[in-house]
């Protein structure tokens, strides 16, 4: 007779894992057990969501607001592609997150740090933009 299978409240983490490593693990859906992405996966993406926080950052706050008015558009443009913009650096920032984490890679606590101020950055230009289109 077999074992019944264990419920998924019930993963076993290594008991170094501190609780909110647990809950940060649980949140980005990350499984227990070996490594599921390589550093290069992790160090690409990260390259690349930073990239694009960047890109959103200088294109909405730098280049349209100097451009806009001197092609004689509104001036509203810049929100309107920030809210977009944003959206997509957050979404590429969590999932840098989730691969740094899959991997286990040893600078995974300190880049999530980064990451958490870079998302709240974006975050707050986000719900700026927004209230500006309001």
Known sequence: MTPPPPSRL???YPPQI???ERALRCALRIPPGPPKASDDQAHRLFSLSIAVSAARCLLSYIVLPVLAPLAGRAAGVGPALGIPLG????T??????RRFWLAQHRWR???TGVYVVVMAMVAGLLIHDIATLA
């Open 10 to 12: 019930a993963v076993a």
């Open 92 to 97: 590429f920032d969590i999932r840098a997150v």
């Open 18 to 20: 501190t609780a909110w």
């Open 109 to 111: 606590r300190p880049i």
């Open 87 to 90: 959206v997509l650096a957050l």
